[in-house]
């Protein structure tokens, strides 16, 4: 018998922490310490002993984990490439158009999370992506570092705070409507708990620096 998340639940390691994010409910969670340590083994696959498999029920009760067949086990979100900035600082310019089509981009993301949630927004996104990654593939190396100085140029003229998640959507929607496939991540840590969303490229950062997100480890990526 094995086992897998139920849909729309993501997870990752945080030192030894399990957190959740329950996208549906679009809310963070942790387990008990107990319940912790028993979907960590099941996770690694260490899960034959008898207390274990009395925590896995109660996993299963719960709805965090789910039996299927086969020899399957929950997967947690994967770790990301190395960060490298984006190059923008190598004499690109924003033009006036991309800066509004960044600004537009921005005013679109907004209204879109007040009306829809934001799992239909990144499952619409992750559909669009995909798309554009079969038809168009990836475009020139530069793309994405003009991507970035039109969004930063942008930030200048508006104000948002906590806008982490509006600026990843909209980066990520520019990027993809030029034939780009970047990564838009949700990221997590602990102590205190705080959630952060950044995009990137391969391993090159669109949206921040390395030392901004260097403390955050992945739990979903689009």
């Not at 029920?57 to 929950?74: E, F, K, T």
């Not at 089509?101 to 829809?116: G, I, N």
């Not at 930063?152 to 909209?170: K, N, Q, Y």
Request: a positive charge; proline letters at 6%.
């Amino acid at each position: 018998m094995g086992y897998i998340f139920r849909p729309g639940l993501h997870a990752c390691d945080v030192a030894g922490s399990l957190v959740f994010l329950d996208l549906p409910a679009d809310r963070y969670f942790l387990l008990a310490p107990s319940l912790n340590t028993a979907c960590l083994r099941l996770c690694s696959g260490h899960d034959t002993d008898p207390t274990n498999q009395l925590a896995i029920h109660r996993l299963v009760d719960r709805d965090i984990v789910r039996s299927i067949d086969g020899a399957i086990r929950p997967t947690l979100c994967a770790p990301l490439a190395c960060h490298t900035p984006t190059g923008r600082n190598r004499g690109i310019e924003a033009t006036s158009s991309s800066v509004i089509t960044a600004l537009a981009q921005y005013a679109f993301a907004a209204v879109d999370l007040k009306c829809r949630s934001l799992d239909r927004v990144l499952n619409g996104i992750a559909r669009s992506r995909l798309c554009k990654k079969r038809v168009l593939g990836v475009r020139s190396a530069r793309d994405p570092a003009e991507v970035a100085c039109a969004f930063m140029a942008a930030d200048r003229l508006i104000t948002l705070r906590g806008h982490c998640l509006v600026r990843s959507i909209a980066i990520t929607r520019t990027m993809v409507a030029r034939g780009v496939a970047p990564d838009l991540v949700l990221g997590v840590k602990l102590r205190p708990f705080e959630a952060h969303c950044w995009v990137q490229h391969d391993n090159m950062l669109i949206s921040d620096d390395p030392g901004t997100v260097a403390p955050f480890t992945p739990i979903l990526i689009v």
